[in-house]
């Protein structure tokens, strides 16, 4: 194979492939109508001229045959009228109109079945039109179908691609670092301008734990649990007491009366209630000794 017919067969299947790619369906079908279309004009005004010529080649016999009809009668004047010879040319022109008739009926009768079968060529000609706009249009939905289903498919193709996934993994991880960064700036800051240690003040005056001390009282209470921490208050305050009163034994100007009044504040104390306990708590030892002492005289 020469140079010159490769290059022409390559140039030829790349036109073709060209072709290929560019035709659109839908145009194309569109298209294919309008040429059918086209065709059934023209073919219509075939059909139209050929029943013209049907309709005149009928009415050029009935001429015909009318002309011979009346060399006919004009020949029966003349042999009335005596004259054979005039009547013997009428009947000669009398035939030759019928030969005409005769010539032009078979043509008629041609021209006729032509023309059915042109009307029956037309007819089928407009119902594969017909049909084929409607293939057109399952065709087109079809076309619209596979073209959904393909970008459903190229859709799906991208997703299951990771690297979409990957790019928000990403971001997330650097969104994330960006917030952890923020927040040790935010307390480095506070830490250098005291912010932090004026908002421990803060949260220890507006004490945060009292609404948590208070619910695990109530729980307590409702558990009848809550004597029992106040009622082991009592020994501790009596040790203190007895703490107290050690120095006063210490004392020799008065060890009999101080060993009467821890006696006296012994006795004072279980009869205490937990309320009393409770207050106790928060008096200092010698002002207990001298509520004892007062209360004995």
């Known amino acids: 194979m020469g140079i010159f017919s ?9 036109i073709n492939d060209l072709i290929t790619k560019a035709e659109d369906p ?13 065709q059934l004009v023209e073919a219509k005004k075939a059909v139209a001229v050929a029943i013209a010529d049907e309709k005149k080649l009928q009415k050029q016999y009935t001429a015909e045959l009318d002309k011979a009809k009346e060399w006919e009668r004009k020949a029966m004047v003349a042999v009335r009228a005596g004259d054979d010879g005039l009547a013997r040319q009428a009947l000669v022109r009398k035939q030759e109109h019928e030969n005409i008739s005769t010539q032009f009926q078979q043509q008629w009768v041609q021209q006729k079945t032509a023309v059915e079968k042109l009307k029956d060529a037309l007819r089928l000609l407009n119902n594969k039109i017909e049909e084929a706009k409607r293939k057109k249009n399952i065709l087109i939905a079809r076309k619209k179908r596979a073209e959904a289903q393909q970008q459903i498919a190229n859709t799906m193709q991208g997703l299951g691609d990771t690297s979409a996934f990957d790019t928000f993994d990403r971001m997330s991880e650097r969104i994330a670092l960006m917030e952890a960064e923020a927040e040790a700036g935010a307390e480095l800051a506070g830490e250098l301008s005291g912010d932090t240690l004026e908002s421990k003040f803060l949260q220890l005056e507006a004490g945060g734990g009292a609404a948590e001390d208070d619910a695990l009282a109530e729980l307590k209470a409702k558990m009848g649990m809550l004597s029992a921490p106040k009622s082991a208050s009592a020994p501790q305050l009596a040790a203190g007491a007895d703490a107290g009163a050690k120095p006063a034994k210490a004392d020799a100007d008065d060890a009999a009366s101080g060993s009467k009044s821890d006696a006296d504040a012994a006795a004072a104390m279980g009869s205490l209630t937990a309320e009393d306990l409770k207050e106790l708590e928060d008096l200092d030892l010698s002002e207990l000794e001298a509520k004892l002492n007062a209360k004995d005289a």
Not at 26 to 38: F, G, S
Request: hydrophobic share 40%.
């Open 6 to 14: 490769r290059l022409g067969t390559l140039i030829k299947s790349n």
């Open 26 to 38: 839908e145009k194309m079908l569109n298209q294919v109508l309008l040429e059918m279309q086209q």
